[in-house]
């Protein structure tokens, strides 16, 4: 049986109820609560390997402040700059660029069939389609600090593949800012392939940082330390992508656009079984017909969508949209 208390995702629009009831009381510092706290406003539930991790984030990020964690506590409803830090340093940012290259392949696959058939559309006398142009539109759930995002960039591109964009998007402003800036250090540069490395360049001595400005000045040092003598994405990659801030408990969706492939790997595993419905038949909605979803191999098995195919592929754990 599962101990901890199930609660609403949604609940928090307007109000904070396990904070409300935590400050009417003056107890000590209460772990459980602060995991109950962190699976409301973002839907992860943090296992027991992970408390220590959690309890030095609500440390830390209270000590930046001058409080103490039941300070830190009173604090949180009011103050989003206080909690958005929290977030970002309870959230586990790393990846790796090519992590998981049979997905990778698939998608660029895809993307060149799709650009197949634009061309043969284009040199058609047939109207409607001729109309068939858009984007090849790819969309990273989870992105963390860029590295699927341009991985996939580099992939596409490498194969003369141009006409698509890739959004990625996360939880943690931290992560997006890193993504955002494509800085990375000598340890991921060795990650990526040869014919991929022509999309790099060494960083530039004189590259400036702005301070972003919801952040204190902690997580600037960490994002200039991360980034002295290293390397960054070609620029020429950057016209392709797009990373925005995304909670993908939410409701709403980052963008008006369906997406040909929605990439979900790695992420689910931190949700309840029935979050992880809500999150799936969200993508779904945002998934173009005939477009596909790709979660981690063993991911979210027991779904079984009528709108959705799984299909029989030897290495990737994807999904075809068969119907809206």
Request: glycine letters at 2%; hydrophobic letters at 40%; charged letters at 20%.
């Amino acid at each position: 049986m599962n101990k901890f208390i199930q609660l609403d995702s949604h609940a928090n629009k307007h109000i904070k109820p396990i904070l409300v009831e935590a400050s009417s009381q003056n107890n000590s510092f209460d772990v459980q609560q602060w995991r109950r706290y962190i699976e409301q406003e973002i839907g992860f539930v943090l296992p027991d390997v992970q408390l220590q991790w959690l309890i030095n984030a609500i440390e830390h990020t209270a000590s930046s402040y001058g409080l103490t964690p039941k300070n830190l506590w009173h604090r949180l409803p009011k103050n989003n700059e206080m909690r958005q830090q929290l977030l970002d340093n309870v959230l586990i940012h790393e990846s790796r660029f090519f992590r998981y290259i049979p997905s990778i392949n698939f998608v660029t696959e895809c993307a060149a069939q799709h650009q197949r058939l634009r061309l043969a559309a284009t040199n058609t006398d047939n109207s409607a389609e001729r109309n068939f142009d858009e984007l090849f539109r790819i969309w990273s759930v989870g992105c963390a600090s860029g590295q699927e995002v341009w991985s996939l960039a580099m992939s596409l591109i490498s194969k003369q593949l141009k006409n698509y964009t890739i959004l990625g998007t996360d939880i943690s402003h931290r992560a997006i800012k890193r993504a955002q800036l494509g800085h990375y250090d000598q340890r991921q540069k060795s990650l990526i392939p040869d014919i991929c490395q022509q999309f790099i360049q060494p960083l530039c001595a004189n590259s400036a940082i702005r301070k972003p400005s919801f952040c204190d000045s902690t997580i600037t040092k960490e994002m200039i330390a991360s980034n002295q003598a290293h390397w960054q994405i070609a620029p020429s990659l950057k016209q392709y992508v797009s990373f925005a801030l995304h909670n993908i408990i939410e409701q709403k969706p980052p963008t008006s656009h369906l997406q040909n492939v929605i990439i979900c790997q790695n992420m689910l595993l931190y949700f309840r079984k029935f979050d992880q419905r809500d999150i799936l038949a969200r993508l779904s909605e945002q998934c173009a017909l005939g477009g596909y979803i790709i979660l981690a191999p063993g991911e979210a098995l027991f779904w079984r969508p009528s709108n959705m195919r799984r299909i029989a592929h030897p290495q990737v754990n994807v999904w075809q949209k068969i119907n809206a």
